[in-house]
């Protein structure tokens, strides 16, 4: 009766493998969106957590608490005034639909609008994540180069062009558009303008994505694209992983009723937890406005430490700019580096890092680039982790010649 | 640049229609799963919050916490013992995945082993959601009828045979062995045991779903079908919406490794929400053992009232068991009534209730029964609420002939 089973012959096609056991976090963590621990504001969430749940703990006793389906009305209450003043929009609590996490968003509008050999545009160098989904979905997702202001609507026209005349519609353009991932990038209105002009023109929608639109170092950012269009064609996610804490998964989609109706018939989980909604709602209405330029100036000190780490240990071999936002650095190392590698030869040696070719479609141009995320390690392990990335790069490939001002030849 | 926007052409195939509009609970609330708000421990919650933030609330800034991707460690912990006294099952912490709600578990354990035009055997009464998926997967679902101890086996035997020599492999026997949803019945040991005998003779997985199995009055249950089968060839899903409040979206798997594996590879959501995770295993650690109890005489007394009021409002005209546990009530009415324009005209005036059909694959049989949850109204509540469907029946289908020992005619 306890013989083994053999699960195999009914695996439905396509599983991925296995996933592998996890073995803790590495000593220098340069991976995923982690955040500063020092900066989660414990004191307050304990604050929030006790206030709420005196309030109105009993309301746990039903699915969607008393909100219905869109998530916590406090909460979505907070966000229509938070991303009025923030991004420009002008929607109503019942244009917000909380999801878990900005991922649940993501499957959401690729499940409401993506079919298997469906096409997308998508910015050449990109979240891993969203590249991930669309590789599992079997759709074909077009990269779009950057440059100093993110999407080049030069080549966008040109492939929304060229797809038209093979009678190809692309389902969306997903862009970052304000502190792009991985290259830091942010749009200007006039681009913004243009970018909904050309999506317009071609019936295509716009989804927008702003996880990290929050951490701006000087605080200051153009429009959304969602508030410049009035919300017509675009569909903007957010995220509270990047401004408060990364394992509250709490995100939530703006659409328009009409489309958000369609997103919400989708959404078929029984609600997003209650609790993190609760907490963060009571939280964000007395202190987000006062928290995120305190974790934002945290934040933009350690790129900083990053920045000089890099250029102490790597010299010229480092290529990478000075992002205005965010939690990631986006490096170009010698031709000759396979980030593939490093990264494998690195985690042996206790740092992780993302390889380029995970966050770009463009894999041979990303060979040699790689993404660091500064937010979650201390200044000193930052400082060291680099130290260590550059003994093994210099192993494995031969770069850089000279660090910290010492001749390693 | 601000036209309205066409999303109608981009949408992929087979979108469910748009959602309407919530518009707050019914006053007579008898559907879904919600509980007694009375009994969500409130301050005992709050006590948690602060205990487990004090003492950790910096590892919310990091995915995962400092537990990996199958979640907050301590919870598995106390899971692990939990199942092992409860349950039998004898299983590590890494045998278990913590999910968004045993629905993630559902959406899980479909996508590992489902394709379009495959066949799963199901409990021919049985939770309206699970339907709701296999439908929208395009899944053959085979309902095999049920009596007082649960899936009748001399039927699944037959099915299970006509299905190879049709060539059919089912992937899974999707059961609620322990306080069945709706009926309530709980399967003998004995039974269980040949199930599994059957279900491995034809190399098809059992698919055990244990939601409701705190809340059992006398406390006491036969043994799991994992632990009875050592795991080989089962897996085991489990909630925390019933028997602590389900607003918190905590539900988990239970698995070998093999199969666990292959699950956590399939969930892509980057964790399930850390705070309710960490609150309720502080929560669990101390309380849950004294909790349940507690919860299950409620749930008892609420379900006798329900009875009571029953009997009292549609006389003869309905007919219901005892159940040992659980939340719900599956009623048949005389055969003239169809449910599912009994529950449109219940709503209209206040009551909202499942009809039968929804909870059933046998259709037709399922015409003029429903299911009642009396979990979350009060007492009165349940008798005014019985009492204004008994008349909102008499009105649409002429029954019950007398109520309340009055002559309605």
Same mark, same amino acid.
């Given at each position: 009766?306890?013989?083994p ?7 439905a096609p396509?599983?991925?493998?296995p ?8 000593k220098?963590?340069?991976i995923?969106?982690?955040n500063d621990?020092?900066?989660v504001?414990v004191e ?16 746990l ?17 907070f966000?229509a005034?938070?991303l ?16 878990s ?5 993501l499957d ?6 993506l ?5 997308v ?5 990109t ?6 989904k669309l590789?599992?979905?079997g ?5 779009i ?8 609507l ?7 062009e ?5 009678g ?9 558009p304000?502190?792009?991932n991985p ?14 002009k050309l ?5 295509v929608?716009?989804?927008?994505d ?5 951490l ?10 969602y ?7 675009v569909?903007?996610?957010g995220?509270f ?14 659409a ?6 369609r ?12 609790l993190?909604?609760m ?21 933009h000190?350690k ?6 780490a890099l ?18 650095l986006w ?7 396979? /980030?593939? !590698?490093?990264?494998?030869?690195a985690?042996?040696?206790?740092v992780?890092? #993302? +390889?380029g $070719? %995970?966050w770009? /479609?463009? !894999? ?7 993404r660091?995320?500064?937010? #979650? +390690?201390e $200044? %000193?392990t ?5 130290e260590?990335?550059a003994e ?18």
């Amino acid at each position: 009766m306890t013989a083994p089973f053999d699960l195999a012959p009914l695996l439905a096609p396509g599983t991925p493998a296995p996933a592998v056991k996890w073995n803790g976090f590495p000593k220098y963590n340069f991976i995923g969106g982690h955040n500063d621990a020092k900066h989660v504001p414990v004191e307050a969430l304990i604050e929030a957590a006790t206030t709420v749940l005196k309030r109105e703990g009993a309301t746990l006793a039903t699915y969607g608490l008393n909100s219905g389906p869109l998530g916590y009305r406090p909460l979505r209450e907070f966000l229509a005034g938070k991303l009025k003043g923030h991004a420009g929009i002008a929607c109503s609590p019942d244009e917000i639909l909380i999801t878990s996490g900005s991922m649940q968003g993501l499957d959401l509008i690729n499940s409401l609008l993506l079919a298997k050999g469906d096409t997308v545009l998508i910015e050449q160098e990109t979240y891993g994540g969203a590249l991930t989904k669309l590789t599992r979905l079997g759709v074909n997702a077009v990269g779009i180069p950057l440059d100093a202001e993110g999407l080049r609507l030069d080549v966008l026209k040109q492939k929304l062009e060229e797809l038209k005349q093979k009678g190809v519609k692309p389902k969306y353009i997903y862009t970052i558009p304000t502190v792009q991932n991985p290259t830091g990038a942010i749009m200007g209105e006039a681009r913004r303008k243009e970018l909904i002009k050309l999506a317009a023109e071609h019936g295509v929608v716009i989804f927008e994505d702003e996880c990290y639109s929050d951490l701006v170092w000087n605080g200051k950012r153009p429009k959304s694209l969602y508030s410049l269009a009035n919300g017509e064609g675009v569909i903007h996610i957010g995220s509270f992983s990047k401004s408060i804490a990364p394992a509250l998964r709490v995100g939530y989609i703006v659409a328009k009723w009409e489309v958000l109706s369609r997103i919400l018939a989708l959404k078929q989980d029984a609600g997003s937890g209650a609790l993190e909604q609760m907490v963060l709602a009571e939280f964000c209405a007395k202190h987000f406005a006062d928290h995120v330029p305190k974790l934002s100036k945290a934040l933009h000190a350690k790129l900083q430490t990053l920045r000089e780490a890099l250029a102490e240990q790597f010299g010229t071999s480092a290529e990478f700019g000075d992002p205005p936002g965010g939690i990631y650095l986006w490096i170009k190392l010698p031709d000759t580096v396979d /980030t593939v !590698k490093l990264a494998q030869a690195a985690l042996a040696a206790g740092v992780s890092l #993302n +390889p380029g $070719p %995970e966050w770009s /479609t463009a !894999k041979d141009d990303a060979r040699c680039r790689l993404r660091l995320c500064f937010a #979650n +390690p201390e $200044p %000193e392990t930052i400082r060291k982790g680099v130290e260590v990335l550059a003994e093994v790069c210099r192993r494995e490939f031969g770069v850089p010649l000279r660090s910290a001002n010492v001749d390693k030849k």
